[in-house]
């Protein structure tokens, strides 16, 4: 963890009383255990991401559960499957109307590499069209992976200091 | 009636537009003509009860004459038995005879035939492509299409581009000998 983005302590103890933060920890807090997924099962990788959502697995543990199937609500799109080109537009233009913050997850071998279809049909990664913040490998990956894989979305999203950047953009603007 | 009995009517019926009978472990293929292929699947419906149209496929044999071949199977739910009737189609007509007013559902199989391999059905009701994007320049399963596929762009609806293949497609030896000569390896790219 950078040392400019302290982890944010939550004492309910002292409920009621102040808390000293960083403006960035507290957000980042917030967005990283609030994670709404939009789940963009294209193939065999859907089953195994429905796997994660069902009871044995449990992804409400991490605060992940809520799939939504609005692009408007959600913030982290898992394409778990095969992307073929005539489907590699319409997940373009889904993640496009996705609200700001937004993270992708490719999940499985044919969303990161396009797999073992080396094909004309096939979209060899989704990372061509999409910035991709995790890549989960398997065919299918164990919804064990695809947890993981969320974790580290939520380490990654920790790291992020929007709002100084959002304040350095600011006055470089107003200088 | 079974598939022999059934054969054997077709072959005394249309004796002129049969080209060729094979009986293969039971079952029936039967070359017919282009010209009579509509005839002949109209009567094995009627007359025959060939009730299920089970698929109608299309093949390429690159180098022979007639190139293509669609091969329609079918079965009658009625009786229980199974004929495949194939019919070729030449390089310059790729052209066959839609059974769509038969069975409808010769309607996305055809669609299909027309997608992969670019051949049209004559009398079908929505002849446009079914897998493949309107529009994509290819017929994908002729052998002279590259497996690793071809670059095309058509801006906001979909785009392709060749795939890395490697130093593949690795394909399987078919034969009876140690495993690694059968396992998949790579052989001399046809393009
Ligand atoms: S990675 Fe494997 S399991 Fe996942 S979509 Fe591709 S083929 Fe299916």
Not at chain 2, 20 to 42: A, G, P, Y
Not at chain 2, 132 to 147: A, H, Q, S, V
């Amino acid at each position: 963890m950078p040392k400019n983005t302290a982890p944010v302590a939550y004492d309910s103890k002292i409920e009621g009383n102040v808390t000293f933060t960083k403006l960035d920890a507290a957000i980042n807090w917030m967005r990283s255990n609030s994670l709404w997924p939009m789940p963009m099962g294209l193939a065999c990788c859907g089953i195994e991401l429905m796997a994660t959502g069902a009871s044995r697995f449990d992804i409400s543990r991490f605060g992940m559960e809520v799939m939504r199937f609005s692009p408007r609500q959600s913030d982290v799109m898992i394409v778990a499957g095969t992307v073929t080109y005539k489907m590699a537009l319409a997940v373009k233009r889904i993640y496009d109307q996705m609200a700001e913050p937004k993270w992708v997850i490719a999940m499985g071998a044919c969303a990161s590499s396009g797999g073992m279809y080396r094909s004309y049909a096939v979209l060899q990664g989704i990372d061509q069209l999409l910035p991709v913040d995790v890549y989960i490998s398997g065919c299918p990956p164990r919804p064990e992976a695809l947890l993981e894989g969320l974790m580290k979305l939520q380490k990654k999203i920790e790291t992020e200091q929007s709002f100084v950047e959002q304040k350095k953009a600011l006055l470089s603007e107003l200088s | 009636m079974n598939s022999n009995e059934a054969a054997d009517t077709l072959g005394v019926k249309f004796e002129h537009s049969i080209i060729s009978t094979v009986n293969f472990r039971n079952e029936i293929s039967i070359e017919i003509k282009l010209e009579q292929s509509f005839e002949i699947l109209s009567y094995c419906k009627e007359k025959l009860d060939f009730d299920y149209l089970v698929d109608i496929t299309a093949v390429d044999n690159l180098g022979n004459e007639p190139r293509y071949e669609v091969v329609y199977e079918i079965y009658s739910y009625q009786h229980g038995y199974h004929l495949r009737l194939k019919t070729g189609v030449t390089e310059s007509e790729r052209e066959a005879i839609s059974v769509v007013d038969l069975w409808p559902t010769a309607n996305w199989h055809e669609r299909e035939a027309y997608d992969m391999l670019g051949i049209t059905f004559k009398g079908h009701p929505d002849m446009r492509r079914i897998l493949m994007w309107e529009g994509y320049p290819y017929y994908p399963l002729r052998k002279d299409f590259p497996l690793a596929g071809k670059t095309s762009e058509m801006p906001d609806v979909a785009f392709s581009e060749p795939v890395p293949l490697n130093g593949g497609p690795f394909v399987t030896s078919p034969c009876s000998a140690s495993t690694d000569k059968r396992e998949p390896r790579s052989r001399e790219f046809i393009s």
